[in-house]
């Protein structure tokens, strides 16, 4: 195996860094030739399903999904890893066959998606390190994916585990735009842990339509100047795409062990996820699409957006019911809500026998702590931690900003607010002023600061708005806007050992909230709560962060180039909470080669790796 994998390090220029553990720490450049692919289109349903008895917002529902072809055999050049699109429990998503791979050694990520849809929009490969111009986040790193284009993405990961795909692009994730991409584990490893058959619970929440709610001045031709609360009965909460009225069912073998694959691609909620007792207490296996060592033993799992966790569970010999409720509980950041009011969806494991078709219920009603916190997170261990190496850059990043009730999520990282999509703003249109086309995009209209209606009657309502001379207000008009640089990226250099310590103190007019920080292009270690030092806490790519918190992680900047680190729900994420880590000084911007014919596809994408070593680092 060592020989081989030196011959495929030299013929294919992976770097190879044995870590303190044993471990193989790879990072690997594209692969130069395409091993066989998924094909995937981005769809938007036409005339989505009513799913609310709300008639009042449902003409506006928008309804977008991922959808697969698996090629025929002939058509593919497969090395028995290529990725495949499946039904899983009930959900389509990407397939890599790892079982018979060794672990560390690549699974060749290709995938040729197609978008289908009138609108533009861009894959994220959530968790995934690629190269950065397939990371898939457009205006950074890639160029949108247009109407009617495709495109070729083709690179190889070392991970194993539970990761997904959802859109970067505006506002499309609240519209379902996301699936589940599995790694699969070696077989041998599925043995060890003594894992019969997986269980996907890809548990999400979509708003009816996310631009018409704090957002809804911005849009007059489709909200038509009436605001879409944000109340939950204007979400869809679904598992597997299906909703608690008619919940997924899997059938499962009574004496057997499942693997519960967790994973959380809503918007905004947050979720507990439970099931009966007598499936017993689950051993917590995985999170984030990484192993964690054996023996940590849960009855219920917190999952914040974009989190995952993986728990075995025993299916019991007798299995006396017949079947067993999978529950997942709203719950929230900040403060006891409980879970008797809360929203709530599920699926059914069967064994045998019809699901009694009542409601689904939850062990904990009315019992359960309704909020969020980092216990679980101080409990587990990484299998494969960081290699120990000193810190050579630290960096804070600060949780700014806040809830209003009036104006919505106003919220930011380290007091400033990057929006890297297109979206839409307010641009004074007043004529020979110094004001004229300045752009304040947020979701704060200019006569909010003039009739001073903001938080508590106080006299601001956000610092953008503070130099707009009130007479000016009527000339800001709601027009299309284009990204901003950011201009206030963390800097790092290649090679570094960074800590990030991320620094939530809440606010003190509306006490704050708790926010999921998700980094792309590296898995962090959580290595520190409130200043206390976790040895080998467990490796994640989403920390959740409650309020009057400070956390610190750890990650090794080998990845070379400019990632995004942003809030993952999504309407913080949409109202600026977002900043960039890049390698100093900042790489210039590489599109990705657009979709190449049939004659040149062995070449694309034909993305040249990025050079080790930054001058001036
Ligand atoms: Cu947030």
Known sequence: MRLALLFWCLTSGCVVVASDKGRRDLQYFPPKKVHGFARLNVVEEKNPMPKSNDTEWESLRRAMYVDGIVLPEDETKTTGSAPSWRNMDGINGLYVDGTSVEEGDPLFFSVI??????????LHWHGLTPPMNEDGVPMLTSLPLESGSEILYDFSVPQRGLYWMHSHYGLQLHYGLAAPVVLQHPQSYLDWLGVQQDVLFFVADSFVR?????????????????????NWANYDMTVNNRSILDPAVVEVLPGSVIRLRTLHAGAIALWRISWPEELGKGEVVAVDGTDVERGVFVDSIP?????????????????????????ADRITGYYAEGTEAAERTGMILKTHGPHRGDPIQSKFEGKLKGWMDLDLDKRLKAKFPLPSKPVTREHVLRLTGEFTDDYGPQFSLNDARWYNFPGRGWVNRKEGTLTYKRIVQSNIP????CEKKNWRGGSRCDPEWDSVPLDECAFFKASDVPPRKNSQPLKVCDGDRVELTIVNQGSPRTGGDSHPIHMHGAHFQIVAVNGTRLEDGPMRDTAFVPRWTNLTVAFDAVNNGMWLIHCHMHFHLDQGMATTVESTPPLAQQSVTEWAPVSERMQAPGVVPVKRGQPGC
């Open 210 to 230: 996310a631009e018409c709610n704090f957002d809804f001045r911005l849009y007059p031709e489709v909200c038509k100047g009436k605001r879409i609360p944000d």
């Open 446 to 449: 200019c006569e909010a600061l």
């Open 303 to 327: 999952l914040a957006n974009a989190q995952r966790m993986d728990v075995l569970l025993k299916i019991p010999v007798s299995a006396e019911k017949g079947w067993y409720e999978i529950v």
């Open 113 to 122: 998606l197609r978008n289908h849809m009138e609108e533009a929009t861009m």
